[in-house]
């Protein structure tokens, strides 16, 4: 007697690959950009280039950084505002621990440029009839600016007219120095690498700061998460954002510290 034709199996086949087809074929032009991007994404993910010494990123790396922050406020304990710091200098790491989930390595800096932007006093201005009168004075750096009348200022017939402060900028330019620092890395073996580093040193400056009376030599740190991404096993670009805080431990007159926000680009070469 033949054996019965497995007609169900057919259709269920058949039914597969119709069901593939009405998947793979309908796809708007959006959809089909998420699937592209999602493939993009899914190969700088993936763990690539093997297994060499330090994985990727090598054992050592030498690398040039830029970091810029266009203000300053009270983050954390600084005091002075308004500041606007902009560095460039080289850095060093040489790998401490690896295992497949993460690294650990040692980071140390130096930055010969170190520009700093601090708010001065330069005078008074008041209005009267709808002219500006303005009086000028040396310019002496602040811990933060007002934008709130500083006096009142009388004027014939016995009316009071608000004095408000004119303000302009002073450069001041120093080299930092981070000799302690570390940086964990995740992921140490993939393209796209999240990190997070503490740095500690000190800032030289030619003469006071954030403002006079204060001290020429500063401490520093700073803390704060990154992103590198690997070009080769042996090239990296890294972007971060961090706090940074600059002050002298009691050491001047005054100290009224700096807090800021700041971005950093590193470029470094591995071996």
């Given at each position: 007697m033949p054996e019965p034709l497995h007609t169900e199996g057919l259709r269920l086949r058949k039914a597969v690959r119709v069901s593939r087809k009405a998947v793979l074929f309908p796809l708007k032009d959006a959809q089909v950009?998420?699937?592209?991007?999602?493939?993009?994404?899914?190969?700088?993910?993936?763990?690539?280039?093997?297994?060499?010494?330090?994985?990727?990123?090598?054992?050592?790396?030498?690398?040039?950084?830029?970091?810029?922050?266009?203000t300053s406020s009270h983050i954390l304990i600084g005091e002075a505002t308004d500041r606007t710091i902009w560095t460039l200098g080289a850095e060093y790491t040489h790998l401490l621990y690896l295992d497949r989930y993460y690294r650990l390595d040692y980071e140390g800096s130096v930055m010969p440029l170190f520009e700093e932007t601090d708010p001065t006093l330069t005078g008074t201005v008041y209005s009267n009839g709808g002219q500006n009168i303005y009086s000028s004075q040396k310019p002496v750096r602040l811990v933060a600016i007002t934008h709130?009348?500083?006096?009142?200022?009388?004027?014939?017939?016995?009316?009071?007219?608000?004095?408000?402060?004119?303000?302009?900028?002073?450069?001041?330019?120093?080299?930092?120095?981070?000799?302690?620092?570390?940086?964990?890395?995740a992921m140490p073996r993939w393209r796209v690498q999240p990190s997070f580093a503490i740095n500690l040193g000190f800032v030289l400056s030619a003469r006071d700061i954030p403002m006079d009376d204060a001290d020429q030599f500063n401490f520093m740190f700073l803390f704060g998460p990154g992103v590198q991404f690997y070009t080769s096993p042996q090239a990296s670009l890294r972007v971060e954002y961090f706090y940074r805080h600059v002050s002298n431990a009691s050491l001047g007159d005054v100290n009224p510290g700096i807090d800021q926000g700041v971005f950093r680009l590193t470029v470094s070469r591995r071996w």
């Open positions: 950009a998420i699937v592209t991007a999602l493939l993009c994404l899914a190969g700088w993910g993936a763990p690539v280039w093997g297994q060499e010494a330090g994985g990727v990123g090598g054992v050592q790396s030498l690398g040039f950084s830029s970091s810029y922050s266009k709130t009348p500083v006096g009142y200022v009388q004027i014939q017939g016995g009316a009071y007219i608000p004095l408000y402060a004119t303000y302009g900028r002073q450069d001041t330019y120093a080299a930092a120095f981070s000799p302690l620092g570390a940086r964990i890395s």
